[in-house]
């Protein structure tokens, strides 16, 4: 079997590690069994941080698929060999992965109240931040933040759809009669939407799990899910709590694996009557 | 998708340009503002005149480099490049191999194997450490100790990306026909990987290479918490000297990795003709002027 | 028969010089007598073989792991220089930014390896909770420590410490003069916490700095919880991650922090400056601890006995920390008396959490916290 070696590595270093996360919740400090860590997944503040952390991934999701395939189709109607497309791909693969305190910096030193764009606008009238900083709450700022790297991600991902639409069938579907919107919604459309719509899922699951750049703009309050396990595994007070730690990451798997189905039955749907 | 201007109407070739140029100038607005706040940000002395002091620092560093070997590990970024190195190979061994096999034989894998490679990204690092520290506690007993060995985890952790580019590649080209082609033409299946399959896809490729490169690079809970030094955690120390420091080396690892990819994106990522006697004998079809 | 009687006696007459020369060197006169199983074990440099044979011991184990010490707190930079100049013995430092929790975490799980940290430096909690983890180890300026500062076995000991104090930027902001300045219109949205006081010691303690502040007391955080949710409400305080880089781009002119932290940001602003409330002096100590599985022991030692010498608490003052010996140091005149000028005055008495009521705390602020500053 061909594949078997990707699924004994993949056994080893990704199944095994879960494993061990999912069942080291159902135990407490002492090793006593226990389903107490799976029951505090119901504590509010809990709630509200899953709330608010699958609203944020699934705004970033679809804003970056969205956008990021607009870009990405500018890049790929371009010059397959020049600079451009080159330094779009490297920059795309560089932005992509980048995070953490450095992309909230970079995003306090501009727009942020001390950033030399607020201030600018203020001298000038405008202050966008007249009604409470907006940056620094979960919705508004985060997503904002996020698409920094959504974005990218999504160039590079979905350029390889772009790049087999052959342009033999634009000319194909004109010489039928074609308009530019048949094009899109009965040739190409259908084919790249299944990327479009791995890309989305791909972006959701990747802001879904993002720590160090919410950590970064929004220390208080562990807004997002992966503040929260990391408050349950470093907290210094005392506050440790490493079984709920692992029962809010089995969570967040249940989550995407929920909107994986959901996508599933979406591709299977829309292969039919797109 | 070279559009070529003969036989494409100048009023939708217009509108193409002029949206192209809209959404570069867009993209260059929201992406290059806040790298250009940080680049001000680190070339500001305490008196608020530009300084070049914090980018010169960063190249006196000692540990930023590191030595292979050096006192039982290597650091810095050598020890980083090398394990993007191997980080990329591995997963280009392990990914397309799997990925054309389930699309040729295994359907009923798709999803399976689709699911498989998004888990990595649903898990936070700071808890997927947790649950990788047996592992590891076992492959410094029994193997080595060398920092060499998160690779293993870092292929781990790009399967959702690059799984979903390469998926976009092999999508776009009808992977049954060509290696049916090939196969009745004699070619063993790793002819078929290497010299059939793969030039097809190589933009997947690439841009899959990309991606696990600048991951690797920009990496730092899994080898903090496993308490590797690896490049990012010697950014960290190096930041903890002062404010400028702290940002003039965040601005340089962006700037080192760009010139790398860029570099890489030389490499592979060529234009080819569709090489593959076999796919051109079969006429014309979606296989003809492939992508470059 | 004679002569037979003559060579054995011969024999064992060399067989006891020998034997007395081995007993003469392992009675500690310089001579390597520490090796890496007795030094596992050593509860004392005299148990060791003495100061030379502990250093002979580590030197040739030849490196010294150490976590969550990054370069610019308490001027933690110089004391990894100092130690690997004067010793020659190279150190590896993991986890810069690491908790104490962390730090015990890296300890459990990655005890077995040799790269699992030799020493930890970590908050009073986090050291007793977890004293199981530790060696007994007794420094040789043991006496210095006051009795409240150490466990009585040497478990763990207290190192330096310093008084929660707020840091401002005074070219940003008016100057303090008391606590509830903070909440007045010239500090939109300037007030930052060292971290979520859920999660990080410093940030716990800059809350109950403001209850005392306030009028509360070390039993019960409600006004510091109640203080900031005015401070919430006044559109003063910013859930941003306060970073060197922050403070210095003016997004966080304000800091809540220990003194000695704070004072590290004079070097990127030079108008910052240590405020610390007259009715609210909180103290906190860290301590330090050794590893029973240390893969070095000996290093491990060393390492504290440097710690403990002047030179390891002087550095320490240099960094505008209180070193645990400092009273001692002050009266026989080995403290370095130009820093010690330096330090942040402080006129009153401190105050310090006692483990229950840092506990007390902790559970209060785990409920109402993300109310109050929502």
């Known amino acids: 079997m061909g594949t078997l070696p990707f699924f004994v590595y993949v056994s080893a270093f990704l199944l095994l590690p879960t494993g061990i996360v999912a069942i080291g919740a159902l135990f407490d400090a002492n090793n006593a069994f226990t389903l107490e860590n799976y029951a505090?997944?119901?504590?509010?503040?809990?709630?509200?941080?899953?709330?608010?952390?699958?609203?944020?991934?699934?705004?970033?999701?679809?804003?970056?698929?969205?956008?990021?395939?607009?870009?990405?189709?500018?890049?790929?109607?371009?010059?397959?060999?020049?600079?451009?497309?080159?330094?779009?791909?490297?920059?795309?693969?560089?932005?992509?992965?980048?995070?953490?305190?450095?992309?909230?910096?970079?995003?306090?030193?501009?727009?942020?109240?001390?950033?030399?764009?607020?201030?600018?606008?203020?001298?000038?009238?405008?202050?966008?931040?007249?009604?409470?900083?907006?940056?620094?709450?979960?919705?508004?700022?985060?997503?904002?933040?996020?698409?920094?790297?959504?974005?990218?991600?999504?160039?590079?991902?979905?350029?390889?759809?772009?790049?087999?639409?052959?342009?033999?069938?634009?000319?194909?579907?004109?010489?039928?009669?074609?308009?530019?919107?048949?094009?899109?919604?009965?040739?190409?459309?259908?084919?790249?939407?299944?990327?479009?719509?791995?890309?989305?899922?791909?972006?959701?699951?990747?802001?879904?799990?993002?720590y160090a750049t919410a950590n970064a703009l929004i220390n208080q309050g562990a807004p997002m899910l992966a503040q929260q396990i990391s408050n349950a595994i470093s907290s210094e007070v005392g506050a440790a709590e490493p079984g709920f730690a692992k029962a809010i990451a089995v969570q967040m798997i249940v989550i995407v694996t929920l909107v994986t189905i959901l996508y599933s039955l979406l591709q299977r749907r829309t292969s039919r009557w797109l | 998708m070279a559009v070529a201007r003969r036989g494409v109407h100048r009023t939708r070739w217009i509108r193409l340009q002029v949206f192209r140029y809209a959404a570069f100038l867009f993209a260059?607005?929201?992406?290059?503002?806040?790298?250009?706040?940080?680049?001000?940000?680190?070339?500001?002395?305490?008196?608020?005149?530009?300084?070049?002091?914090?980018?010169?620092?960063?190249?006196?560093?000692?540990?930023?480099?590191?030595?292979?070997?050096?006192?039982?590990?290597?650091?810095?970024?050598?020890?980083?490049?090398?394990?993007?190195?191997?980080?990329?190979?591995?997963?280009?061994?392990?990914?397309?191999?799997?990925?054309?096999?389930?699309?040729?034989?295994?359907?009923?894998?798709?999803?399976?194997?689709?699911?498989?490679?998004?888990?990595?990204?649903?898990?936070?690092?700071?808890?997927?450490?947790?649950g990788l520290f047996p592992m590891y506690i076992w492959l410094g007993s029994n193997f080595s100790d060398s920092i060499l060995t998160l690779a293993l985890a870092y292929v781990v952790l790009v399967l959702p990306y690059c799984y979903r580019t390469l998926d976009s590649g092999l999508g776009a080209i009808d992977v049954k026909t060509l290696s049916e082609a090939a196969r009745s033409l004699g070619a063993r299946w790793e002819q078929v990987m290497w010299r059939v399959i793969a030039p097809n896809i190589s933009n997947a490729i690439l841009?899959?290479?990309?991606?696990?490169?600048?991951?690797?690079?920009?990496?730092?809970?899994?080898?903090?918490?496993?308490?590797?030094?690896?490049?990012?955690?010697?950014?960290?120390?190096?930041?903890?000297?002062?404010?400028?420091?702290?940002?003039?080396?965040?601005?340089?690892?962006?700037?080192?990795?760009f010139v790398l990819l860029i570099a890489i994106s030389f490499v592979g990522g060529r234009p080819r003709r569709a090489r593959p006697e076999a796919a051109t004998k079969l006429g014309a079809g979606p296989v003809q002027g492939s992508a470059g | 028969m004679k002569l037979g009687n003559l060579w054995r006696h011969l024999a064992l007459a060399v067989v006891a010089v020998f034997v007395v020369a081995a007993c003469g060197s392992s009675n500690g006169s310089g001579s390597s007598s520490c090796s890496e199983s007795t030094a596992k074990t050593a509860t004392s440099v005299t148990a060791c073989g003495g100061l030379d044979a502990l250093i002979a011991a580590a030197k040739s184990e030849g490196r010294l792991n150490v976590i969550a010490l990054p370069r610019d707190w308490a001027n933690y930079g110089a004391i990894l220089d100092k130690f690997t100049a004067t010793y020659g013995i190279p150190i590896t430092s993991d986890n810069p930014d690491g908790s104490s929790q962390d730090e015990v975490n890296a300890v459990?799980?990655?005890?077995?390896?040799?790269?699992?940290?030799?020493?930890?430096?970590?908050?009073?909690?986090?050291?007793?909770?977890?004293?199981?983890?530790?060696?007994?180890?007794?420094?040789?300026?043991?006496?210095?420590?006051?009795?409240?500062?150490?466990?009585?076995?040497?478990?763990?000991?207290?190192?330096?410490?310093?008084?929660?104090?707020?840091?401002?930027?005074?070219?940003?902001?008016?100057?303090?003069?008391?606590?509830?300045?903070?909440?007045?219109?010239?500090?939109?949205?300037?007030?930052?916490?060292?971290?979520?006081?859920?999660?990080?010691?410093?940030?716990?303690?800059?809350?109950?700095?403001?209850n005392l502040a306030e009028g509360g007391s070390l039993d019960d955080i409600s006004k510091g919880v109640d203080f900031f949710h005015r401070l919430k409400q006044a559109g003063n305080f910013t859930p941003v991650q306060a970073t060197t880089a922050t403070v210095k781009n003016g997004t966080t002119p304000v800091v809540l922090d220990w003194d000695y932290l704070s004072a590290a940001h004079g070097t990127d602003v030079p108008t910052w400056k240590v405020f610390v409330p007259?009715?609210?002096?909180?103290?906190?100590?860290?301590?330090?601890?050794?590893?029973k599985n240390a893969?070095?022991?000996?290093?491990?030692?060393?390492?504290?006995?440097?710690?403990?010498?002047?030179?390891?608490?002087?550095?320490?003052?240099?960094?505008?920390?209180?070193?645990?010996?400092?009273?001692?140091?002050q009266k026989d005149g080995s403290i370095d008396a130009a820093a010690a000028a330096k330090l942040p005055p402080v006129n009153g008495t401190p105050k310090f959490l006692s483990d229950a009521q840092a506990t007390a705390a902790k559970n209060y602020l785990v409920a109402h916290w993300l109310t109050a500053i929502s």
């Open chain 3, 295 to 329: 893969p070095h022991p000996a290093a491990a030692r060393l390492w504290e006995e440097f710690l403990y010498s002047n030179t390891g608490q002087n550095l320490w003052l240099a960094g505008l920390a209180r070193p645990v010996r400092q009273a001692a140091m």
């Open chain 2, 28 to 130: 260059a607005i929201f992406f290059l503002v806040p790298i250009g706040a940080m680049l001000e940000f680190s070339t500001r002395s305490n008196s608020g005149a530009r300084t070049l002091e914090y980018w010169k620092s960063i190249v006196t560093f000692p540990d930023l480099i590191g030595t292979v070997g050096a006192p039982g590990q290597a650091t810095g970024i050598v020890a980083s490049l090398e394990l993007a190195l191997i980080t990329s190979v591995v997963m280009l061994v392990l990914l397309v191999p799997t990925m054309v096999w389930v699309r040729l034989k295994l359907k009923r894998l798709n999803r399976i194997v689709e699911f498989i490679c998004l888990l990595p990204l649903t898990i936070p690092a700071i808890v997927l450490v947790v």
């Open chain 3, 108 to 210: 459990q799980q990655l005890s077995t390896t040799s790269r699992a940290p030799d020493v930890l430096d970590v908050g009073i909690a986090v050291a007793l909770a977890n004293v199981n983890l530790f060696a007994p180890y007794k420094v040789s300026t043991w006496g210095d420590i006051l009795d409240s500062q150490k466990e009585a076995t040497g478990l763990w000991f207290e190192d330096y410490g310093g008084f929660m104090s707020v840091g401002y930027d005074s070219s940003k902001v008016p100057t303090i003069t008391s606590f509830d300045d903070l909440l007045g219109s010239a500090f939109k949205g300037k007030v930052a916490l060292n971290g979520d006081p859920t999660k990080a010691n410093a940030a716990l303690n800059g809350v109950m700095m403001a």
């Open chain 3, 278 to 291: 007259n009715n609210a002096i909180l103290g906190g100590y860290y301590a330090q601890a050794i590893n």
């Open chain 2, 207 to 257: 841009n899959a290479t990309l991606l696990s490169v600048a991951l690797v690079l920009g990496e730092y809970t899994i080898a903090n918490n496993l308490l590797y030094n690896n490049l990012q955690v010697e950014l960290v120390h190096l930041g903890r000297t002062n404010a400028g420091v702290s940002i003039a080396v965040a601005v340089a690892s962006l700037l080192f990795a």
């Open chain 1, 40 to 210: 505090h997944l119901s504590r509010s503040f809990v709630v509200k941080s899953t709330i608010d952390t699958t609203v944020v991934s699934a705004i970033t999701a679809v804003l970056g698929a969205v956008l990021g395939s607009l870009l990405a189709y500018a890049i790929a109607t371009g010059n397959p060999n020049g600079v451009l497309r080159r330094v779009s791909i490297s920059a795309s693969g560089v932005l992509a992965q980048f995070g953490g305190v450095t992309l909230a910096f970079a995003f306090i030193a501009s727009i942020g109240p001390a950033g030399f764009v607020y201030l600018f606008a203020q001298s000038h009238g405008f202050d966008f931040y007249a009604h409470g900083i907006w940056l620094f709450e979960p919705i508004q700022g985060l997503s904002l933040v996020y698409l920094y790297f959504q974005i990218p991600l999504m160039v590079l991902v979905f350029l390889p759809a772009l790049d087999g639409i052959k342009p033999q069938w634009r000319e194909a579907a004109e010489s039928l009669g074609g308009s530019t919107w048949h094009y899109w919604r009965y040739v190409a459309g259908p084919i790249l939407f299944p990327a479009f719509l791995g890309g989305t899922l791909l972006l959701f699951a990747n802001a879904f799990s993002a």
